[in-house]
């Protein structure tokens, strides 16, 4: 047995928003230890941090972390309208400042996090404990021996991929943000962008918490072979068509990218003592990539229910994470796979016609696709909305066929 490992009870590789939630509801001394192989929480930016008001209170996200959308409006390449939010306010994260504090909440537990460490491989020994191999860079490989891992890894997949337990996802959604001082833009204005500049993805502009402006571009792939990165340049070097988006764009900006997997929701989560949570349990919102939230509120669940099997030694409780994170996103992941899949084929006309769509509907619905929440209800109002117009006409002809007669 290696003397010089590290032990503890739990192994939590990612210090993403889904592997800190989890720390930060385990039990003050259930032992823990995170690899995060950036230098810095929430650093470099990987993500957009686009969230709803009605969450961040819910989930007690202090204020001065976020900054709220006043408009919200839609371009193709021939239409334009004003989102109809109702009382649902857009709001976007300032995720460095949100990451940090999410890592404070288990500073006074038995945590250690080893910032700068990779996570590279593991495996389970015959006592039934996990022996995991880290790098610190610059430094040699270190052991950690744990009897739980979760994989909050992300994209990557490190943890299930060493164990063979599942395979990295084949379909990814790519991102680039290009990050520039707000200048003469509105800040609390929100874009998004589709059709032929954006094939199989869409763009959107926003300001941000810390006073600029991101203007970016997601894309899936392999369903075009164009990187983000391609797309966001061909906008920015485009001036009618920043202008016609309202856009000012000053000075260089600052460059972000991220990925995140976009393939259909996998309701296993539990694999004995492994665990995964977040982007590697595909958590993301299938319709535009949200992810932030769902991370929080089932990583938290996460952490207290791993604290309960630490305890009591009994896995019941991980099944229970895994029903709920079922019952809360399998329905809906379900629906909103449906238009992800659908919203990868569209051509400039299916967007034009999308976005008319979208200034007709109610907010209910807009909101609704955008949360990518789908319950019976909402769906039944949601297809009678857009079967109104439709019913409507029939009726009008069958009364001026009827009066006829
Ligand atoms: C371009 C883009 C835009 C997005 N926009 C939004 C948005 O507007 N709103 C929203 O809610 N969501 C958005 N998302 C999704 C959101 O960012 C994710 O759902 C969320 O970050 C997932 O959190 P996580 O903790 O599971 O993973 P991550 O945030 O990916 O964190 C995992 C961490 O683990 C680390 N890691 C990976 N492998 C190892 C290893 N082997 N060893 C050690 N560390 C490792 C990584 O460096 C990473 O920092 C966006 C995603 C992308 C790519």
Known sequence: MDSTALRCDVLIVGGGPAGLSVAATLPDDVSTIIVHQDHEIGLPIRTSGGCWMQDVVRLGIPEGMYIRLDVSEAFSDTAHTVIPMGDAVPVILDTPKLYKWLAQQSDHKDRRLLLGTKFLTTRQREDGLYESKIRARGAGHDTVISTYIVDGSGWHFAVLEALGLARKPARLAVGT??????????????????????????????????????LGVGVIQPDTDKSPREMLDAVVRDQPYLDRLGLTLEGEPMVHSGILPSVAYDEQLVFGNVIRVGDSANFATPTVGEGIRVCIDLGRMLGVQLGKAVRTGRNGPLRTYERKCRRQLKRDYKWGFLVNTRAARYKPADWDRSVRRMGMLGSEAVVATLRGEFPPAKIARIMLSLLRPYLRARLKRLRSRFGRV
Do not use: C, D
């Open 177 to 214: 943000e290009y990050e520039y001082p707000m200048g003469q833009n509105a800040p609390n204005r929100g874009v998004i962008f589709f059709g032929s500049k954006v094939p199989a993805g869409y763009g959107w502009a926003f300001g941000t918490a810390h006073g600029t402006l991101r």
